[in-house]
């Protein structure tokens, strides 16, 4: 709202009572509210009649005779309210409100409103409510803190309802710093049947990242593209001893089935890789493989026989459902593998403490002791193979001679 404080702006009104005043033209060397003032347009005012004076923000109407609304009266010899005008020639001038009224731009109880300069040289605009500063623009006119006792220390747009502890913003040159000391963050809404989108790039390239989030057929969504050839999303942890990766939640038991996916990797004209909801792990060209290249690898040694230990974890081999699975479905399926408290008594170094405290077993070098125990097989199938040999020759030669 835009209000006007004309210079030399003069009328006399002869209405009576309390309510909208009639311009009765200017006082000679002044000019009329119409002059100064657009149709419609708010104005500060101040009335004398006889001894009784008025001050407020009034509405200017242009009309046959124009008139002026008392809209909101800040200062009156009637405690504060309206003054009944007599009827006789009171007059009515364009005014600039004193203390009380214009310190803080429309403040009745002296806590709300804006300051400018709290000391010398201070060139800050400060606005308050309540009698605490919520709102800062700092000098150079290039930082703006927003929030309960608000400074502009951690951005150049800084929003802090509540300090959030010993958390502090990157640099003190970010764009924006959003704090608070609570669980609430930052909400981006929209209509259910539109899309909301966040942009970030450069000068250059202003559509470089989109991050779109919204409702597809009511089911909500977030996606995040690019238009480079960098990854999409890049995860990394610092920590120094013990750092953790991504981690993928359900919020509920998952379906123990392919019927939901973890992880789903597409590209234009088929699916490359699935991680299924119940843990199984599907790609397009079936292969699985490890870094291999010797000059990554060093105290190299040809491994030992591997055969009694698959003989005996072979006899381990057993059939099993898990508790979780039967306790979400009654007819659970049913797998097929080792236990690794079994395994720990022949081959410990399968065996793994998981982060959550359970045991794990490393089928991946399972599967090599087995691959090595069938090598060992087949050597042992090709000596067996030549004595056999060795000896029907010599029943042939025994039977010739017979």
């Known amino acids: 709202m835009t209000v006007m404080t004309p210079s030399r702006t003069v009328e006399t009104t002869t209405t009576s009572g309390t309510g909208t005043m009639s311009l009765a033209g200017a006082v000679a060397g002044y000019e009329t509210f119409r002059t100064n003032v657009a149709d419609g347009g708010k104005v500060y005012y101040a009335i004398e009649d006889g001894n009784n004076w008025e001050y407020g923000l009034g509405t200017v109407t242009y009309a046959t005779p124009d008139t002026l609304s008392r809209d909101t009266v800040l200062g009156s010899s009637n405690a504060d309210a309206k003054i009944s005008l007599s009827g006789g020639s009171a007059t009515v001038f364009a ?22 300069e709290e000391g010398t040289d201070d060139d800050t605009i400060r606005f308050d409510t309540g009698g605490t ?11 703006v803190a927003i929030g309960n006792g608000a400074t502009w220390t951690e951005g150049v747009l800084q929003i802090n309802p509540g300090a959030a502890g010993t958390v502090t913003a990157n640099t003190a040159g ?22 909301a989108n966040i942009y970030w790039g450069s000068p250059s390239n202003n559509a470089n990242v989109l991050i779109r989030g919204g409702y597809n057929g009511g089911a909500p969504f977030l996606q995040v593209s690019l238009t480079t050839t960098s990854y999409v999303f890049d995860a990394a942890n610092s920590h120094a001893t013990a750092p953790d990766g991504q981690r993928i939640i359900f919020g509920s038991a998952s379906p123990d089935n392919n019927t939901k996916k973890f992880l789903d990797c597409v590209d234009s004209t088929t699916t490359r890789c699935i991680i299924y909801s119940d843990g199984d792990l599907q790609n397009h060209d079936n292969s699985y493989g490890g870094i291999s290249d010797r000059r990554l690898k060093q105290d190299i040694i040809l491994a030992n026989s591997q055969w009694d230990d698959v003989i005996k974890l072979a006899r381990l081999v057993s059939k099993y459902r898990f508790i979780s699975d039967v306790a979400a479905n009654e007819n659970a399926i049913i797998h097929i593998g080792l236990i690794a408290q079994d395994v720990l008594n022949i081959s410990p170094g399968l065996v793994s403490m ?29 000596t ?19």
């Open 95 to 116: 005014d600039v409100p004193g203390q009380r009224g214009f310190q803080h731009v429309w403040d009745f109880d002296g806590d709300t409103g804006i300051q400018v």
């Open 133 to 143: 500063q919520r709102m800062a623009i700092n000098p150079s006119g290039d930082r």
């Open 174 to 195: 970010d764009i924006a710093v959003f704090e608070t000391s609570g669980t609430d963050g930052i909400s981006l809404l929209c209509p259910d049947a539109q899309d």
């Open 354 to 382: 998981g982060g959550d405290g359970y045991y794990a077993l490393q089928y991946s070098i399972l599967y090599m002791k087995g691959f090595k125990a069938l090598g060992e097989t087949m050597e042992r199938v090709e």
């Open 384 to 402: 067996l193979e030549e004595k056999v040999a060795r000896l029907e020759k010599e029943v042939a030669v025994l039977k010739a001679a017979a």
